[in-house]
């Protein structure tokens, strides 16, 4: 029902066409863009499974970001040799040459012919195709400057190769949830070259500041995953197959993230705090493309920067009519929870990167707002 193919070849004619030829032609001019996932050398498919080539780390994070329920396949790839220095704080630092690579990717559907169900996603370091669809595989990679270039490529119906697609794309699709067994139709979307800028931005307040990667950093790496030997601590792995500079030898001297869809992992506080950073701190920080709002949701955050009691601003349309982003016990009076909820015009958070919503994460943060204690009368 996908037809990857077609909708690629479609593309290439008419005003697209025109549109991808443009864009490519004013990416290769300013360094070589791959037109193929494959010259990176990080991953490999023969049709069957999706694997690793090079010298590549598998990792997960313990809280995800939401993408209409797409599952992840990250991977880390060092250029051999090269050192990783370690950071306690923000993202480790990265050799020149290194690539980073998520594979959004979907459980196949047994009960639809072409659709796609809900699951969790598969441990290893390999994706097996007669299980899984490949839709999209996303690189970050760290050129002679010092800058990171974002692309993004489209996998073909044959699950063999994928395609540069500099200018987004939305593939039809549909998505079944075991549970109820309610299926929702929705378009999965491809980001264009503008929206990576927009998420993976240094500093929004200058422009051409260049872009950075968000999982990779010690807190979130920082936790155990299933590889194809054993299980391993992921920055000690990282450390089996490059050099990691300063890395302290003991996990318990790392920062850790909490895993927020753990119910008993760690408190509601800290779960929901953990949900809001992954999810929308990428935007919602002083130096972020949301900035204006001034609502931001580090885990640094309090008070009204994290937007108890707090006016909200540069909503326009999206305000709903609601005064505060968050309001203490009242999650339906919240805006927050009605942008989470909503899913078209200015209301929609994030704008980008999701047409469904996240129903577990909305629960979560609404559990959360009940818990707050205090009133905005006074504000």
């Known amino acids: 029902m996908y037809g990857l193919e077609a909708i690629c070849r479609w593309a290439a004619t008419g005003m697209a066409g025109s549109l991808l030829a443009i864009g490519a032609a004013a990416s290769h001019a300013a360094s070589p863009v791959p037109d193929q996932l494959d010259a990176y050398g990080v991953l490999h498919s023969d049709g069957q499974y999706l694997g690793l080539r090079g010298n590549t780390l598998v990792y997960t994070l313990a809280s995800p970001l939401f993408t209409d329920y797409a599952l992840k396949f990250r991977t880390i790839t060092v250029p051999p040799g090269a050192k990783v220095g370690y950071q306690a704080d923000g993202v480790l630092d990265f050799p020149i040459g290194t690539v980073i690579s998520k594979t959004f990717f979907y459980a196949k559907d047994p009960q639809k012919t072409g659709g796609w169900v809900k699951s969790a996603a598969p441990a290893g370091e390999r994706i097996d195709l007669g299980k899984y669809q490949l839709v999209e595989t996303r690189i970050l990679q760290r050129v002679g400057d010092g800058n ?14 994928a395609a540069l697609r500099r200018i987004g794309q939305a593939l039809p699709a549909n998505l079944r949830d075991p549970a109820s067994n309610q299926t929702q139709s929705f378009h999965y979307a491809v980001p264009n070259a503008r929206q990576c800028q927009t998420c993976h931005a240094v500093n929004a307040t200058v422009g051409q500041a260049g872009i950075q990667p968000i999982g990779p950093t010690a807190r979130h790496l920082n936790a155990s995953y299933r590889y194809a030997d054993a299980v391993h601590n992921q920055l000690d792995r990282l450390a089996q197959l490059t050099t990691v500079e300063g890395l302290p030898a003991k996990t318990s001297e790392r920062p850790s993230n909490v895993a927020y869809a753990d119910a008993k992992g760690a408190p509601l506080d800290q ?10 701190a990428h935007c919602h920080h002083a130096l972020g493309d949301a900035r204006q709002s001034g609502l931001f949701t580090t885990l640094q955050a309090s008070g009204a920067n994290l937007g108890l009691c707090k006016q909200h601003v540069a909503a326009g349309s999206g305000g709903a009519n609601m005064t505060y982003d968050i309001v203490p016990g009242k999650p339906a009076q ?3 929870v009605h942008r989470m909820e909503s899913t078209s015009g200015q209301a929609m958070m994030p704008r980008v990167g999701r047409s469904l919503v996240d129903a577990e994460g909305l629960a979560l943060i609404r559990e959360w707002i009940s818990s707050l204690s205090g009133s905005c009368a006074t504000h």
């Open 148 to 161: 990171w270039l974002a692309n993004a490529y489209v996998w073909n119906d044959a699950q063999t190769s």
């Open 271 to 280: 779960r929901a705090r953990a949900y809001l950073d992954i999810n929308c």
């Open 334 to 336: 919240s805006l927050l």
